[in-house]
């Protein structure tokens, strides 16, 4: 600033020097006065011209190259120049940490929205978009009650009160269940934090209804054989032989219940608990379901039709036993499902390069709308039948189980009152190409 002070008083003493005095020893005051004027007004032109370009450029963009300035004025821009350049650099610096703090927004596993005192939504990431169907561009400056009227949502927000969590349950999502935080920040600022937990609470609700399933299953047994077990003790003179035997075997039928309901949970714990598959060993198929076919005769007691149709020798990679325990539930149930008269055939063949084993029975046969549910635990069309015939209702959990840990699939065709099909595909890569040796 002193500088250019300095440098005007010298370009004032300059048109004194060179332009006021000659004129007036030469030409006298007037003419003295006159150039002076005349200089005054030049040098005026001079600096409103520089102004001129300054308003000009200050009317662009900051990081707008300046005009080129003469005498004080390049002084002037050369400084305006520093602090433009510095202050663009703080804006892009600027600019730059925004994005990585709005990328790091972005990438949260959590859906984030920003909202202010008025709840006016500031910012929305995506996933919080998707958790409340919101618009991250258009449903900006809404206020966030206009948009998630849930009452329990709203009810939530004008307590105010943010210690717990809420639970947020039939939103705009229909299934979803997220876990809503309020964290106030800054001055009147919030975030809303959700989290999907719709997984979380589907295995919650899952491992209660187990524990109330297997409850309930044990009760009916155990009562029977506490019964039963009482009644006797108590009063065994009172009771004939026949009637004694009677009642025995109702508890050994009734223990034998529990004993396959104990034997399914830990056949089942165990596939569940994730341990990788053992040792692969190369399975025949032929044998195992020779075998699978002699048990089937057995549980039938001569009053079904069995047969067994080998297309293609072959042999598997996997763990005999889990193979065998789910070919023998497909097997068993057919058998147990399926009126004395009927027919069940067991087929393997090779199609599409894929090993299939499938199981048809002429029997009971199951709707339509059982069907998705079939390999759930404890899931039974018909609860009595499945009793009497003394399942579990945990044998098709098991086989989904070990054909997932295979790879394989398992497909259901049924049809009430005609019959099903159950068939299990194989992938190509479980299939071990090896003349199977003659025995
Ligand atoms: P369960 O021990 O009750 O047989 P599963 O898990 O093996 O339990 O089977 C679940 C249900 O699927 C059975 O209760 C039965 O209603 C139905 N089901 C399974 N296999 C057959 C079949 N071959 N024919 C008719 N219904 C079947």
């Known amino acids: 600033m002193k500088s250019i002070w300095i440098r005007t008083f010298w370009i004032l003493v300059g048109l004194a020097g060179l332009v006021y005095l000659p004129a007036l020893l030469l030409y006298g005051p007037t003419a003295g006065a006159l150039s002076l004027c005349v200089g005054i007004l030049l040098l005026l032109a001079w600096h409103l011209y520089h102004l001129g ?5 200050q009317e662009g963009a900051l990081d707008r190259p300046l005009p080129r300035g003469h005498g004080v004025w390049d002084a002037a821009f050369a400084g305006l120049h520093r ?3 510095i202050r663009v650099g703080q804006q892009q610096s600027l600019a730059e940490t925004l994005d990585r703090f709005m990328r790091a ?7 984030v929205i920003a909202f202010d005192r008025h709840q006016h939504i500031e910012w929305i990431n995506d996933r919080a978009a998707v958790h409340f169907a919101l618009s991250s561009a258009s449903d900006r400056g809404q206020a966030l009650t206009n948009l998630i009227r849930q009452p329990d949502f709203v009810a ?3 307590s105010r009160c943010f210690d717990e969590p809420l639970i947020y349950r039939g939103g705009r999502v229909p299934g979803l269940i997220l876990m809503l935080q309020v964290i106030p920040y800054g001055e009147d600022h919030s975030l809303l934090v959700s989290r999907d937990i719709t997984q979380i609470e589907r295995m919650e609700n899952m491992r209660r209804d187990f524990i109330a399933n297997v409850s309930h299953e044990l009760r009916t047994p155990l009562t029977v054989v506490a019964g039963f077990s009482e009644m006797l003790s108590e009063n065994y003179e009172d009771y004939g032989a026949a009637e004694i035997k009677h009642y025995l075997s109702l508890i050994c039928e009734q223990n034998g219940r529990m004993q396959r309901l104990i034997q399914d949970l830990l056949t089942l714990s165990s596939l569940e608990s994730g341990a990788p598959l053992g040792n692969e060993e190369q399975v025949e198929v032929e044998p195992m379901l020779r075998s699978i076919q002699a048990e089937a005769q057995a549980l039938s007691g001569g009053k079904h039709v069995i047969t067994l149709a080998v297309e293609v020798p072959s042999v598997l990679a996997g763990c005999a036993n889990e193979l065998r325990s789910a070919f023998g539930n497909l097997v068993g149930n057919a058998v147990r499902y399926t009126p004395a008269g009927g027919r069940i055939d067991l087929c393997w063949r ?7 084993f499938s199981v048809s029975d002429t029997g009971i046969g199951i709707a339509a709308q059982h069907l998705p549910r079939l390999t759930e635990r404890f899931y039974r069309v018909d609860r009595s039948r499945s009793r009497e015939t003394g399942g579990t209702g945990l044998g098709l959990a098991i086989v989904k189980h070990v054909l997932t840990r295979h790879q394989a699939t398992l497909d259901v065709e049924s049809e009430p009152g005609k019959g099903s099909r159950f068939s299990v595909r194989f992938p190509r890569h479980r299939l071990i190409e090896r003349p199977v040796s003659p025995v």
Do not use: H, T
């Not at 370009?53 to 450029?57: H, Q, T, Y």
């Not at 927004?105 to 859906?111: E, H, N, R, S, T």
């Open 53 to 57: 370009l300054l308003l000009d450029w």
């Open 83 to 85: 602090r433009v350049r």
């Open 105 to 111: 927004f972005q990438a949260l596993p959590d859906g």
């Open 156 to 158: 939530y927000l004008e």
């Open 350 to 356: 090779v199609f599409d390069g894929c090993g299939v």
